[in-house]
């Protein structure tokens, strides 16, 4: 499968950049495509990481306003995953994860285990997101957490126990889709590791 770039040009260049191209591309049948135009959002690469504290049976998640779920008519505040960019020079995902839970939760993570790479939403950005598992005990809140002033983070950390997860699961509660992500693998996981 081909691709024709006949134009790109960038229409927004700030935190992040958004380019208009248009492009054909070569269809299914062979056939080209009409030329089409196409925006992307050009974001990069993220991490996210489920916070399970093994003493305590239960997940950290961070709760801070967000312009883009206010816009929808929503409050603006969200209950997620610990989660940031990927964008200090050199710095490996799994880096990028533990120096997030220090700086949104407070937790050192002791035990961090990747769960994939997502696209967010291909047909509009490129954005991708390295998912992990960070496993601590509640003695490993090393530092304050909250976020950092620099950034103007306003970081709430919320505890839910196995039970409110699963529960907010079922009851469709939870908005963020990384969040269900990691929370779905979670108890995949543990449900495939019982049937052993």
């Known amino acids: 499968m081909k691709v024709r770039l006949i134009k790109r040009e960038y229409v927004l260049n700030d935190f992040f950049k958004v380019d208009a191209a248009e492009l054909q591309y070569e269809r299914f049948d062979g056939n080209w495509s009409p030329t089409v135009r196409r925006l992307n959002l050009e974001r990069g690469e993220a991490v996210a990481v489920l916070i399970y504290l093994r003493?305590?049976?239960?997940?950290?998640?961070?709760r801070q306003f967000r312009y883009a779920v206010y816009v929808t008519g929503k409050e603006g505040w969200i209950d997620e995953i610990v989660a940031g960019v990927l964008d200090k020079e050199g710095e490996s995902p799994e880096d990028c994860a533990r120096r997030e839970c220090k700086e949104e939760a407070g937790y050192e993570i002791r035990e961090l285990q990747a769960i994939g790479k997502i696209f967010v939403s291909p047909g509009i950005t490129t954005e991708r997101i390295h998912l992990f598992i960070g496993y601590c005990d509640s003695s490993d809140r090393k530092y304050a957490g909250?976020?950092?002033?620099?950034?103007?983070e306003d970081i709430q950390l919320i505890e839910w126990t196995r039970e409110e997860a699963q529960k907010k699961l079922i009851n469709h509660e939870i908005e963020d889709g990384k969040t269900i992500l990691a929370l779905q693998y979670f108890f995949l996981k543990e449900l495939m590791r019982n049937k052993k």
């Open 55 to 62: 003493d305590r049976d239960s997940f950290v998640l961070v």
């Open 146 to 152: 909250g976020g950092l002033e620099a950034e103007h």
